[in-house]
């Protein structure tokens, strides 16, 4: 029987058409709500520094107590009859007894400077993390490892690591990176366990139990090394690995003989091993098959590549050259225009906003922020294949959104405003946050923009607001190429400058992926900013970014 069973890389933000549900919660799904929750931990690691501090006084207190009355026990034990024989040593000791030991073994002190502790976590408890988030964050780990082909072995390190042509290699080395703990690989593996993820929960686990026998478990942790043995051991079963189930078990066993499951378990694992020899050999781990994806191996793959556009030498159709689209408003200033893909087409423009814009963006969306949906017929629902945050932004919440509109409007030609054009969507992705391939325009006659007089979605306009620098491209699965965010440095008149460029695609059949991008580093947030829709358009996953589009 199994025992009972208990989730950034950096943030990035995008800019889409979705309609955010209300829940302020779900700090998992976006690196912002990540960044809230690091500020949250400062201030309780003031309080508990408050609280050391008053707890060390009171040792201190304590301690002198002690010195004192063993000082004075040690100098009289000789003398004991002659000590009591004078009268201020009699009243101290009666002192003593009937009133300062009281005072001390009874104190409400201790209470008094751990209830203030406790009040300080009360006070931010409403915004702490839940277990959603754990949970959430956990799976969002697996998801980089499988995305990514990642090695737990090198991300329990602190490290970014895959296996190419037999060779452990480096994808990215974090500026900032730590290593996880024996209860941190527990609590991933356990979540895993509980959805009955054999494939993660071995390794996972696998890694707990090296790690906790390497150490003395610690009051702040959850699992313990018998908790880690008793997962693995029944995750190898499940996994078909008989033999390291009944090792596992066996060990477990002389840990805590009286545990009769486990007992139960190993007689069960020899029976097995008896029946069928073939078992001893275990078996290669498998992947669980996705539920909503049958492209996963494709676009996967288009994100280890980190970028596999046709190149101009590969296709003489495709250019880049300064671009104005006759408009007046871009004779002094075109452009960069680079054709990226003319099935399906797409158009990257360099240098689109600024930085100063990108920040502008993020800042007006931040308060806005709510659980991406997708939709459900006629209704709209959050799901597991798509993890983030957005907000939606009208072009008066700020001049930048307005300047914005009218670049989109002098490259494209197309009408931005409403019923045109959908407003601003920005979201921001969270620890492993995706939004798995899909269509952007309506395929469903249920769907709520067949009942709209603008028609369905026929173009995306994405404008990327950050940068990040492993991982994230934007993938198109049956076009099979994938193109990553791009930040330039850029020379001003007095100083260096950045900018964003920003992607247009005409898709109104195509089902692409965009990857948000994955960063390995502690940053607070990656934008991107898909314009506006007017058909099929992209999806993001795992970084921050921006997106903006136009129906």
């Known amino acids: 029987?199994?025992?009972?069973?208990?989730?950034?890389?950096?943030?990035?933000?995008?800019?889409?058409?979705?309609?955010?549900?209300?829940?302020?919660?779900?700090?998992?799904?976006?690196?912002?709500?990540?960044?809230?929750?690091?500020?949250?931990?400062?201030?309780?690691?003031?309080?508990?520094?408050?609280?050391?501090?008053?707890?060390?006084?009171?040792?201190?207190?304590?301690?002198?107590?002690y010195s004192k009355v063993s000082a004075f026990h040690n100098g009289m034990y000789n003398e004991l009859a002659t000590a009591l024989a004078n009268p201020l040593v009699a009243f101290t000791l009666i002192k003593r007894l009937q009133s300062e030991w009281p005072n001390l073994v009874y104190s409400y002190e201790a209470e008094e400077n751990l209830q203030a502790l406790r009040v300080g976590y009360k006070q931010l408890e409403s915004s702490l993390p839940k277990l959603e988030d754990l949970q959430g964050a956990a799976q969002g780990l697996m998801r980089l490892q499988d995305v990514y082909a990642l090695q737990v072995e090198g991300l329990v390190r602190?490290?970014?690591?895959?296996?190419?042509?037999?060779?452990?290699?480096?994808?990215?080395?974090?500026?900032?990176?730590?290593?996880?703990?024996?209860?941190?690989?527990?609590?991933?593996?356990?979540?895993?366990?509980?959805?009955e993820d054999y494939y993660h929960s071995v390794q996972w686990l696998e890694e707990a139990v090296r790690l906790f026998r390497g150490m003395s478990w610690s009051p702040e942790h959850e699992g313990t090394l018998e908790d880690a043995l008793d997962h693995l051991a029944f995750s190898h079963f499940k996994a078909g690995n008989i033999s390291s189930a009944l090792s596992l078990s066996l060990e477990l066993?002389?840990?805590?003989?009286?545990?009769?499951?486990?007992?139960?378990?190993?007689?069960?694992?020899?029976?097995?091993?008896?029946?069928?020899?073939?078992?001893?050999?275990?078996?290669?781990?498998?992947?669980?098959?996705?539920?909503?994806?049958?492209?996963?191996?494709?676009?996967?793959?288009?994100?280890?590549?980190?970028?596999?556009?046709?190149k101009l030498y590969e296709n003489p159709s495709l250019f880049c050259d300064y671009f104005t689209n006759g408009s007046p408003g871009l004779l002094l200033q075109p452009m960069k225009r680079e054709l990226v893909?003319?099935?399906?087409?797409?158009?990257?423009?360099?240098?689109?906003?600024?930085a100063a814009e990108a920040q502008n963006i993020r800042d007006c969306a931040l308060p806005g922020l709510r659980r991406s949906v997708v939709a459900s017929g006629v209704n709209q629902t959050t799901?597991?294949?798509?993890?983030?945050?957005?907000?939606?932004?009208?072009?008066?919440?700020?001049?930048?959104?307005?300047?914005?509109?009218?670049?989109?409007t002098l490259l494209t030609g197309l009408n931005v405003q409403l019923p045109y054009g959908e407003h601003l969507q920005v979201v921001n992705y969270g620890i492993g946050g995706h939004y798995e391939p899909h269509f952007d325009h309506a395929t469903s006659t249920s769907s709520p923009l067949y009942r709209l007089s603008s028609g369905n979605r026929m173009a995306t306009f994405m404008i990327y607001l950050s940068s990040v620098e492993a991982g994230g491209s934007t993938a198109f699965i049956y076009a099979n190429f994938s193109v990553p965010v791009v930040e330039w440095l850029t020379n001003g008149c007095t100083s260096m400058g950045?900018?964003?460029?920003?992607?247009?695609?005409?898709?109104?059949?195509?089902?692409?992926?965009?990857?948000?991008?994955?960063?390995?580093?502690?940053?607070?947030?990656?934008?991107s900013s898909a314009g506006q829709k007017g058909g099929g358009g992209p999806a993001r996953s795992w970084p921050t970014r921006l997106t903006v589009r136009v129906i």
């Open 1 to 65: 029987m199994p025992p009972v069973p208990g989730v950034r890389l950096l943030p990035v933000w995008f800019v889409i058409i979705t309609v955010a549900d209300e829940s302020l919660g779900e700090m998992y799904t976006s690196m912002m709500s990540v960044k809230q929750a690091m500020l949250s931990e400062r201030q309780l690691i003031g309080s508990l520094r408050t609280y050391i501090d008053h707890e060390t006084q009171r040792l201190e207190d304590i301690k002198r107590f």
């Open 158 to 195: 602190g490290h970014f690591q895959r296996v190419s042509n037999g060779n452990t290699v480096d994808i990215y080395k974090p500026p900032v990176s730590t290593p996880l703990s024996g209860d941190d690989c527990f609590l991933v593996g356990k979540v895993a366990y509980d959805v």
């Open 253 to 310: 066993l002389r840990r805590d003989p009286s545990n009769k499951r486990v007992l139960q378990n190993v007689e069960k694992y020899e029976k097995l091993l008896v029946a069928r020899p073939s078992l001893s050999s275990g078996s290669v781990l498998k992947r669980p098959s996705s539920t909503y994806l049958r492209t996963r191996n494709a676009y996967e793959r288009l994100c280890q590549t980190q970028g596999s556009q046709p």
């Open 341 to 354: 893909s003319l099935q399906p087409y797409v158009v990257l423009f360099h240098d689109f906003v600024t």
């Open 383 to 408: 799901v597991d294949y798509r993890i983030s945050k957005s907000a939606w932004l009208k072009d008066s919440a700020h001049p930048t959104i307005i300047k914005v509109d009218q670049r989109i």
């Open 498 to 527: 950045r900018s964003f460029s920003a992607a247009a695609v005409l898709t109104p059949r195509s089902d692409e992926r965009f990857w948000d991008r994955q960063e390995y580093k502690s940053r607070s947030a990656q934008w």
